[in-house]
């Protein structure tokens, strides 16, 4: 009870910081097609405007994998909302919850992910609601 | 659930900022007219505002109280055209209705946008437009301002300085007869405002900036700001409302108590606007706020991903029928 408490608390001050927009979220992104992913972390950008990360995505038929490329706010949201440039590692498994890109690359920007080994679950920095 | 979240925060944030600070001396600067009434949150009496500081000889302290953090917390404010304000300071009428409307329903209400949505020129028939700059703005509305100069980490010029989120600090230098204003976000940028009481340039003198050339002077405890010398590259604000080199912004900046900043913005371009409008809104000060580092350029790969009205990419080869985009070498 305590826990899930905190939990609350921890929401409510990381919706509460502002997103980071930095270019036009509906001229890249589709909020009418939402997806949650689950794949290994190959990369991670952890760069100004936005930092990109990287998961392989295995396909539950035909196991053939793919690399996405993922989108969030930039470093000094996410700082502001309690991830540090470790908070995600290459190797980690995570579970991704966001919009797809417009132009049918395997791309999207990531609004929550959620950290498979503890559980963690971190709010992204996204733009999508800001236009 | 964010969106509600951010409304709990909100009413608790203007339960917090909607005590009664004394007036601003000096000028009449109508700065606690558009705040909602005290207790709205529900609960006991707000707590009461903290007073405007000051520095040694008296004038309003824009910044800082020496020995403590602090940073103005700039709101992200999307469409200017839902914040007009008529010469009382407060909303105009017709607006706060269109306001309320696009709050309930218009997207980005819930996350700090302005609701509105995208309605183009006709949704804003407050806004003074001219025929070319109205058509301008329909076509940014049309394509979710895809070509917004902000998206290139171009700066933003005018009063989308105070409407680009990212904290920002007012730092006064009356030895030196000057102010800095320095933004975390906003490319990372530095405005210099001269106060030795200089006329900006004139004719070839005046090179036409991002933004602009600065002279300030207090009007009481109001800092007035005249820009002129804009360049045309930059918008008035994110969902795309056009401006000319004939752009002239007359800012006031007050500090009507410790943890507000009322920031009113007239814009007078009869390049793009039949004639001159006002806009306003409040900057919460964020008490434990500090600016990190901000580079823009970095890693901006909606660059390699942007692509033109006719799918090509604006920056990088052609692509061939069917071609994805492969973004900045990451893959």
Known sequence: MTRHLAAGLVMLFLTAVPAAPHHSFAAEFDASKPFKLTGVVTKVEWQNPHTWFYIDVADEKSDKVTNWAMEMGSPNGLMRAGWTRNTMKIGDKVTVEGSMARDGSPTGNARVVLLTETGQRLFAASSQNDN | ?331
């Open chain 2, 1 to 331: 659930m964010r969106g509600m979240l951010l409304g709990v925060s909100a009413v608790i944030f203007i339960a917090a900022a909607a005590g009664n600070p004394r007036p601003p001396q000096g000028a009449s600067e109508p700065s606690q007219a558009a705040q909602p009434p005290a207790g709205r949150g529900g609960g006991g009496a707000p707590p009461p505002a903290l007073p405007t500081p000051r520095l040694p000889d008296g004038t309003v302290n824009l910044g800082r109280v020496p020995g403590e953090k602090g940073a103005w917390r700039v709101p992200y404010i999307t469409n200017m055209g839902m914040r007009l304000v008529g010469s009382d300071g407060q909303p105009l009428p017709e607006l706060r209705q269109a306001q309320a409307a696009g709050r309930a329903a218009g997207p980005g209400g819930a996350a700090g946008g302005d609701g509105g949505g995208r309605g183009g020129a006709k949704a804003e028939p407050w806004i003074p437009w001219m025929p070319w700059s109205a058509a301008v703005y329909d076509y940014n509305s049309r394509n979710n301002s895809k070509y917004d100069p902000e998206g290139y980490c171009l700066p933003p010029g005018g009063p989308r300085l105070m409407a680009t989120p990212y904290p920002m600090e007012i730092i006064q230098l009356p030895e030196s007869r000057r102010i800095i204003m320095i933004f975390e976000g906003a490319t990372h940028i530095w405005r210099e405002i001269y106060m030795d009481g200089r006329p900006h340039p004139n004719g070839e003198a005046l090179n036409p900036t991002y933004l602009g050339h600065s002279v300030g002077r207090w009007e009481g405890d109001t800092l007035v700001i005249d820009v002129v010398g804009f360049n045309e590259n930059s918008w008035l604000d994110y969902f795309g409302h056009p401006h000319t080199d004939k752009l002239h912004v007359v800012e006031r900046f007050s500090r009507p108590n410790k943890n507000t900043l009322r920031y009113e913005a007239t814009v007078n371009d009869p390049g793009a606007y039949t004639r001159p409008f006002t806009i306003a809104w409040d900057v919460p000060w964020e008490p434990n706020g500090e600016l990190q580092e901000y580079i823009c350029q970095e890693n901006n790969q909606f660059l390699y991903r942007l692509v033109d009205d006719f799918g090509q990419p604006i920056f990088g080869p052609r692509r061939q029928p069917g071609e994805l985009p492969t973004g900045a070498g990451a893959r």
